[in-house]
């Protein structure tokens, strides 16, 4: 029972960090500093952090070991991370680490979402 928890945890999550990203990139491209607001630098690392540790919880939880798919979401956050720091780091929006990294994270969710 306590494994659905995680399991609706980890699709919040996923859905909030996304959420997330798309609001911090928007306000990016309309050249607002979403820095300034204290909530925008806070929530995504506390949902990140929630979505990777209830991730790890359900991956315990079925002891299904690391299958393709697994390996393939790990990749696809990976790309995701590093495609959104140089999104966020760049003193000007640029669309295609943006949608690079949108694609990536969107990637991670369906094969998710799929398995």
């Known amino acids: 029972m306590m494994i659905l928890y995680f399991i609706y945890l980890h699709i919040f999550c996923a ?5 997330l990203f798309i609001i911090r990139a928007l306000m990016q491209f309309n ?14 690392h506390l949902s990140d952090t929630l979505l990777l540790a209830s991730g790890i919880a359900v991956l315990i939880s079925f002891e299904i070991g690391f299958p393709w798919w697994i390996v393939a979401k790990v990749v696809l956050l990976i790309g995701y991370i590093i495609l959104a720091t140089t999104f966020f780091k760049s003193t000007q929006a640029r669309p295609i680490p943006f949608l690079l990294a949108l694609l990536a ?7 998710g ?3």
């Open 15 to 19: 859905f909030f960090s996304l959420s």
């Open 31 to 44: 050249q607002r500093n979403w820095r300034e607001i204290k909530l925008l630098k806070i929530l995504p």
């Open 105 to 111: 994270f969107c990637g991670a969710i369906f094969i």
């Open 113 to 115: 979402y799929n398995h």
